[in-house]
């Protein structure tokens, strides 16, 4: 026999009393009004009011006791706009003793609100995304208990329900107008994994419904939330035992890090909490989620952004199985499938058959998202950032995600499918021809040899080195392995790591670049400063050296790892020959401190140099008298020689590497080089494109690095030049006053039956 509504506590009471007035006859915007009846009752509150986020970002007055009823649905405010407006700005509660003090506070004199003081305001949230606010006002100055803000966000989540059923408001509503949906259309987006992917467009999990939101037993609920998460404990470690997974790696270290979300006793909590306070356990999760999830997202941390995926995933399969959904992995689906997602964890990638799986998109993302990592493990193409994918793609459309080209194209026409089919076709011999080459020497016509190498910031990356014929790492980027993690990895896991890389790459040199973090580059666990202009800013080798712990840690397990093998360290953004010493002093104070210690040391120490600043080849003579090699970071020089900053589209295509400004300063470097002895390599997007690779050899360049999938090309490239008429040639352009000797390099290469 259930107890009488007196003797049930004070939010599981109010929502019984909701539960009945949303389940009587009547239209929505009726039951809406009897709803802010029972919670200025149960609340003993002169004013409740509900407020509906419309398109526009407008909140309308849709229900109120207490304020005048002729305002219901002539009030609207701007998001941010008062009281009102600044909760749904902030997705946050918000509690007043003197309303009218607050420096938001905006008055509307038809809803006659002056006279109330007091006022207690929750955000109503649905997945994550604010679609009203309800309010409560009395007209003493007085102080809401904690107890009444958690019933009224319980009551909040209630009410989401209700609006997001689409009673109330058209859903249509929310979406902003997007044109002609059965038209081609092209969005622009990010590549975060590279390739490119033809098939049929599958919506990534659909948000589950809760249709119960009231608990008749909490204890039942109880049991069943105790249930589910043993059965969601059970599939993540199925998951993580298959095979393609199993092996060690970054994707690997991202996916026991999800597993932890499944043990996790703070959430956890939290939706017990719920629970007792008489939501069911579905509505319990929903609530839980909401709440974390603009809590993390506020942060401003990007690795608790990162976490908000890895809890949205773990969430949404709880939530599956607390509904009895079926696996993930039992869906229909096509066979040529490109999931299309707002945001997306590692692990509900993994949900999909990879056989059929071609492509991903998503709204949100980054190149260090932890479902980019696990795709680049899989091979998977993925682009990021591509706004309104959701809302302008409906599942089954025929979608092209060419992440190379930063582009997604929907409904393409026939004449587009065509074009991309036989790119792809087209691609898949040049990648066969390429493969062909693999094993084959990469020398010109006139027999000089060039040394082509790989760049690589993962271990998932290691495995294309012998892929893709590679001589090796030329530019291991450590601060990957930074970023991923939620503090700073100790010297063991570092070491741990350095010497995988190195067992993966065999006989081959890998070279190591310390800590290059700071402008775009930001460790989740480090307080960066605000800059006007980053890129010039604390970054690199200056944040390293102010902090030379973490510097020395770092080449401290370094030394570990490379026990009995040569070890090549690099150091990023050396403006002066000051800082380089510095940073070598640190690295001979680490191999001494070995030595005391007995430890076993490389083979070999080498430490050079990247030169990305200008500055830096005003000194030359001292740098190359104490350098092992240098590494042209081309892609940093570039924006510090023209003073423009590679990530301004209005300055993209401005400048060209390929003027002979920039031609000249290579020249001279390359000379000084030679004349002193010192190896010297280029690294960055100039060595990844044929024509500037071909440039660069003409140059006199006799080692590049580039990503993997450039290696074959450039190859062809380089076994087709003959590099003694091409130097003569270049030496005619570097005097030039041409903005940029594209053009003419363009023709030498086709006049000499040059493969670009």
């Known amino acids: 026999m259930s107890a009488p509504a007196s003797a049930i506590p004070g939010p599981r009471r109010l929502l019984r009393r909701l539960r009945d007035v949303m389940a009587a006859p009547g239209t929505a915007q009726s039951r809406l009004n009897q709803v802010v009846l029972v919670i200025a009752a149960d609340m003993v509150a002169e004013v409740c009011s509900i407020y509906v986020r419309r398109a526009g970002d407008v909140l309308e007055l849709f229900a109120t006791e207490g304020l005048n009823p002729e305002a219901v649905h002539k009030t609207r405010l701007r998001v941010g706009e008062g009281l009102v407006g600044h909760i749904a700005a902030q997705a946050s509660a918000l509690s007043l003793s003197d309303a009218q003090s607050h420096p938001d506070f905006a008055y509307r004199p038809e809803t006659g609100e002056e006279i109330y003081h007091s006022l207690m305001g929750v955000p109503i949230l649905r997945s994550g995304r604010v679609v009203g606010v309800l309010v409560v006002q009395n007209r003493t100055r007085r102080n809401y208990a904690e107890e009444e803000l958690e019933a009224l966000q319980t009551v909040a989540m209630v009410l989401a329900e209700l609006i997001g059923a689409g009673d109330l408001v058209n859903p249509s509503e929310f979406l902003e107008a997007e044109g002609n949906a059965t038209l081609p259309q092209r969005a622009e987006g990010v590549r975060l994994a590279d390739g490119v992917a033809m098939g049929i467009a599958v919506l990534h999990r659909q948000a589950i419904e809760v249709r119960q939101l009231v608990a008749e037993d909490p204890e039942v609920e109880a049991e069943r939330l105790a249930e589910a998460l043993e059965r969601l404990r059970a599939s993540v470690d199925r998951m993580l035992a298959r095979p393609d997974i199993a092996i060690g790696g970054e994707h690997r270290e991202v996916l026991e890090t999800y597993r932890m979300f499944a043990h996790d006793r703070g959430w956890i909590s939290k939706i017990n909490d719920a629970i007792r306070n008489g939501l069911t356990a579905e509505a319990a999760v929903k609530r839980t989620l909401d709440d974390m999830r603009v809590r993390l997202n506020a942060s401003g941390d990007p690795y608790l952004r990162e976490r908000v995926l890895d809890l949205e995933d773990i969430a949404g399969r709880l939530l599956g199985l607390l509904n009895g959904e079926p696996e993930p992995q039992t869906r229909e689906l096509p066979d040529d499938m490109v999931v299309v997602a707002r945001a997306m964890g590692p692990a509900e990638l993994l949900d999909y058959d990879r056989t059929r799986l071609r492509g991903l998109v998503l709204e949100e993302g980054s190149a260090t998202a932890h479902v980019a990592i696990v795709a680049r493990a899989l091979d998977i193409p993925v682009l990021g950032r591509v706004d309104g994918a959701l809302s302008r793609i409906t599942p089954g459309d025929p979608v092209i995600v060419d992440a190379d080209n930063n582009q997604l194209i929907i409904r393409p026409g026939e004449d587009v499918v065509d074009a991309v089919q036989l790119t792809l076709a ?69 070491a741990d790591l350095y010497a995988r890389v190195l067992d993966q790459s065999g006989e081959k040199p890998v070279y190591f670049r310390t800590l290059d973090v700071g402008s775009d580059k930001q460790l989740p666990y480090f307080n960066h400063r605000p800059e006007e202009n980053p890129a010039m800013g604390w970054r690199s080798l200056r ?8 510097l020395r840690r770092q080449v401290r397990a370094l030394l570990m790892a490379s026990a009995g093998r040569q070890l090549n360290i690099m150091f990023p953004m050396v403006a002066e020959v000051a800082e380089f010493d510095a940073a070598r002093r640190l690295v001979q104070m680490e191999v001494a401190r070995a030595r005391r210690q007995h430890q076993s040391l490389p083979s ?15 000194q030359l003579k001292p740098l190359l008298e104490r350098v092992d090699f240098i590494s042209v970071g081309s892609n940093d020089l570039l924006q510090f020689f023209f003073a423009c900053d590679r990530g301004n589209p ?43 690779a071909m440039a660069l050899i003409g140059l006199g360049f006799r080692r590049m690095s580039m990503p993997a999938g450039a290696i074959g090309p450039v190859k062809a490239m380089v076994r087709s030049l003959d590099r003694g008429h091409l130097a003569s040639y270049m030496d005619t352009l570097l005097d030039l006053p041409d903005h940029s000797v594209r053009d003419r390099l363009m023709a030498f290469a086709h006049d000499h039956g040059i493969a670009i």
């Open 604 to 618: 070999q120490v080498r430490v050079g140099t990247m030169l990305e600043v200008p500055a830096l080849a005003w």
């Open 426 to 494: 087209a691609r898949a011999e040049r990648k066969a021809a390429f493969a062909a080459l693999r094993h084959m020497p990469s020398i010109t016509r006139d027999d000089v040899r060039v040394n082509l190498l790989m760049n690589a910031g993962l271990l998932a990356d290691m495995g294309m080195l012998g892929e893709s014929g590679a001589e090796g790492i030329g530019l291991y980027r450590t601060e990957l392995f930074f970023m991923v993690r939620s503090q700073i990895p100790d010297v063991a896991a570092q």
């Open 650 to 692: 209005e300055l993209a295509d401005r400048y060209d590497l390929l003027s002979p400004a920039v031609l000249g300063f290579l020249r001279n470097l390359v000379d000084a080089c030679a004349r002193a002895d010192v190896e010297l390599s280029l690294c960055g997007e100039m060595a990844s494109r044929p024509l500037e």
């Open 543 to 550: 944040l390293t050296l102010d902090r030379p712990a973490m």
